[in-house]
């Protein structure tokens, strides 16, 4: 991976073990181990294991929320749309957990439900993590060790100042959503998918994920992108990338008062839309009661019927 896109994906990871550390272990979020629940239609990607990892996948619930951990084996979810009202855009989905967990119902399933709704097929892509303790008490006790690391790498400093690398290293991610990509467009016919038409959403590291793969990936072309509450740190932009369409609140810690990555896509050219709400915190998904934040995947369905995304591919 190139150093462009290096202060986004480390500013990314940092905040999103921070959010965790604050948040996943209080009392109202405490985490039960859950069996793994179906996955109906889950391809696996082939894509390989993972280093090291010599736990098998394993669940819990939060908040309500299934999660993830221990992924070593990658896979696509399809959520196609009703073929009476598909358009051919479609969208590859990928769920935040700082690179260690998946909320794979807040910010995958659920997501892909309202595209699908919409129109829009969805995949939702379960990704190759880093490994994790077995145990959820050990769990907690390792992710607390590694929120004092994320804490010194993702400190202030001036507004487009980059965090200092932290040792996480997203090839194997990278190469999951390119397999992910790859499979759609073999399926294309068989999914009503216009090739043309291909996006990209993520949240928190998803949103990471996301702004890696577009700026990093020579196998991935995306027709746009949707980083939700990720990192905002400055990039640099190639004349290749995509639209982007970015929501973030600004009471989330990952804001902090920085327009970096708008800037940057700004400066480049390339067309950007930026919804910064009052508030909805962090891991807001497709929204909480009374935030204001509520209302942005309605503002991305307009924003990407504007650029003509919501059309049939027929018209």
């Known amino acids: 991976m190139s150093r462009k896109s290096i202060p986004f994906l480390s500013q990314c990871v940092a905040v999103a073990l921070i959010a965790f550390s604050t948040a996943a272990f209080a009392q109202d979020g405490k985490m039960y181990p859950i069996e793994a629940p179906d996955e109906p239609g889950a391809i696996p990607l082939e894509t390989g294991g993972v280093e090291g990892q010599t736990e098998p996948e394993s669940w819990f619930r939060q908040w309500g929320d299934p999660m993830a951990r221990n992924i070593s084996k990658a896979t696509l979810t399809p959520v196609l749309a009703d073929p009476e009202k598909a358009n051919g ?5 990928a769920p935040g957990g700082g690179f260690m967990w998946l909320s794979m119902g807040n910010e995958g399933w659920e997501v892909a439900e309202a595209l699908a709704e919409q129109g829009i ?3 939702v892509l379960k990704y190759r993590l880093q490994p994790t303790a077995p145990s959820l008490e050990d769990f907690e006790n390792q992710m607390n060790r590694r929120f004092e690391e994320a804490d010194e790498s993702s400190g202030g400093g001036e507004q487009n100042e980059a965090p200092e690398r932290p040792r996480w290293d997203l090839s194997n991610q990278i190469a999951d959503v390119e397999a992910a990509y790859s499979m759609i467009l073999e399926r294309a016919d068989d999914w009503g998918v216009d090739p043309e038409r291909i996006g990209m959403i993520g949240f928190s590291a998803g949103a990471g994920l996301t702004m890696a793969t577009a700026l990093e990936s020579e196998k991935v072309e995306l027709a746009f992108i949707g980083p939700i509450y990720g990192g905002m740190n400055a990039v640099d ?17 990952l804001f902090n008062g920085k327009f970096g990555l708008i800037e940057s896509w700004y400066e480049a050219g390339i067309p950007v839309e930026f919804h910064l709400y009052q508030n909805g915190g962090h891991g807001f998904g497709l929204g909480n009661p009374d935030r204001t934040s509520n209302k942005w995947f309605g503002s991305f369905m307009y924003w990407l019927e504007v650029n003509g995304f919501l059309n049939s591919a027929k018209d």
Do not use: C
């Open 237 to 253: 932009v190639p004349e290749s990338a995509p639209p982007m369409f970015a929501a973030i609140a600004s009471d989330d810690f």
């Open 89 to 93: 855009t479609s969208v590859i989905v």
């Open 121 to 123: 097929n969805a995949f």
